[in-house]
C-alpha cells in the first residue's frame, strides 16, 4: 500500500507538474502574441494568413500550397530531428502568433507538444495531420504490430497520404480566408505529389518481390513499405522515436533476422549517427551495407531532398 500511495503521489506531481507548466506556456503565448502585433513570419501585414508549419517537410507542403498568398515559417529547420528538439522563445511566440499551427501530430514532434498544446488552448487554430490520414500502427522491432504502441507518425512518406493532407490545409485556410480559392492554388501541387508517387513506383519497379523487405534504424518507414508494397521486418532502434535505446537481446534478435531472411542493407536516418546501425552490420554473417534516407526532415540543398518532392524520388 505504501508504495502504491508513493507511486501515486509521484504521478501526481509529475501530472501537476504538466499542469502548470501548460498555464505557465498559455500565459507567455497569450503576452508574446499581445505584444508583438506581428504575424509569425516577421510581417505587419494583418491581411496576410501567417502560418507555423512545424517540419521541414511540412513548411515546404504548405509553402508549395500557399504560393505568395500567405507568409509560412518552419520551426524546425531541415537535418533537424523532430524527435529531440527544443523551440527557442522566439518560436514559441510565433506558434502562438499565428493564424494557423500546421503540425504532424501523433507524437511526431516531442519537443512542441506543450507549446502546441498550450497555442491551441489560447484559440490558436492547430491542424494535426496525420491523425486525419488513417493512420497506421506502429510496427515491432520485429515486423509485428506491437500491442499498446501508439500509431505511426511518419505519414509523409506515403505520397497519396500527402495528396489528401493538402487537401486538409487548404480545407483549413479556407474558413481562415474565404476569399481565397484555396483548392484551386493548392491543385497544382497536390498534382505534383501525385505523379511523385508514380515516379518512385516506376523507380522501385526494378526491386524483386522477394527482396522488398526493409531494415530501419528507427520505425520510419512503415507508410513507405505500405504504399509501395514492402515489408519492414526490424529496426534498430525500437520503437518510431530516435530516442530510445535497443538491448543486447535486440541487437542480437537483429542480427539473427537479417542473416535469416537474407537482408542486404540497413537503411539509417540522415539525421542521425548511423555508428549504432553499422556495428549492427558488422555483426552480421553476411554482407551488409547501411544506407543513408531522409526520413524525418528535409536535406540540405544539393542533398536531392531538400524539397519533399525531391526526397520521395531520392528515397526512392
Known amino acids: 500500500m505504501q508504495g502504491m500511495r508513493i507511486g501515486f503521489e509521484i504521478r501526481g506531481r509529475v501530472l501537476c507538474s504538466r499542469a502548470v507548466r501548460l498555464a505557465l506556456l498559455s500565459g507567455l503565448i497569450g503576452l508574446w502574441a499581445c505584444s508583438t502585433g506581428t504575424s509569425a513570419a516577421g510581417t505587419t501585414d494583418e491581411d496576410r494568413i501567417a502560418i507555423v508549419a512545424t517540419t521541414s517537410i511540412l513548411g515546404d507542403v504548405v509553402s508549395n500550397v500557399v504560393g505568395d498568398a500567405a507568409d509560412v515559417e518552419v520551426v524546425l529547420p531541415a537535418g533537424t530531428d523532430p524527435h529531440d528538439f527544443e523551440p527557442s522563445p522566439q518560436q514559441v511566440a510565433a506558434i502562438g502568433a499565428a493564424d494557423l499551427v500546421v503540425a504532424n501530430g501523433l507524437g511526431l514532434e516531442e519537443g512542441l507538444a506543450d507549446v502546441i498544446e498550450a497555442a491551441s488552448a489560447e484559440g490558436t487554430p492547430v491542424l494535426q495531420l496525420a ?186
Not at 500527402?162 to 490545409?169: F, H, K, P, S, T
Not at 483548392?183 to 522501385?204: F, N, S, W
Open 131 to 316: 491523425d486525419g490520414l488513417d493512420p497506421i500502427p506502429r510496427v515491432g522491432s520485429q515486423g509485428t504490430e506491437a500491442l499498446g504502441e501508439s500509431q505511426d507518425p511518419h505519414f509523409w512518406h506515403d505520397p497519396d497520404r500527402m495528396a489528401r493532407a493538402i487537401d486538409l490545409i487548404a480545407s483549413e485556410l479556407s474558413m481562415l480566408d474565404a476569399s481565397v480559392d484555396w483548392q484551386g492554388e493548392a491543385a497544382p501541387y497536390r498534382a505534383e505529389v501525385t505523379a511523385a508517387g508514380i515516379e518512385a513506383d516506376e523507380i522501385l519497379s526494378e526491386v524483386p518481390t522477394e527482396q522488398r523487405v526493409l531494415v530501419t534504424s528507427h520505425d520510419s518507414l512503415g507508410y513507405f513499405a505500405d504504399r509501395f508494397g514492402f515489408t519492414v521486418v526490424a529496426t534498430v532502434i525500437p520503437g518510431g522515436s530516435t530516442l530510445a535505446e535497443p538491448s543486447s537481446r535486440e541487437i542480437a534478435e537483429l542480427v539473427d533476422t537479417i542473416d535469416t531472411t537474407g537482408v542486404s542493407a540497413i537503411f539509417a536516418d540522415a539525421t542521425n549517427s548511423t555508428a549504432l546501425a553499422e556495428t549492427v552490420a558488422a555483426e552480421a554473417g553476411r554482407d551488409v551495407e547501411v544506407v543513408v534516407l531522409f526520413t524525418d526532415t528535409l536535406g540540405e540543398p544539393g542533398s536531392g531532398a531538400d524539397t519533399y518532392l525531391g526526397m520521395i524520388l531520392t528515397n526512392a
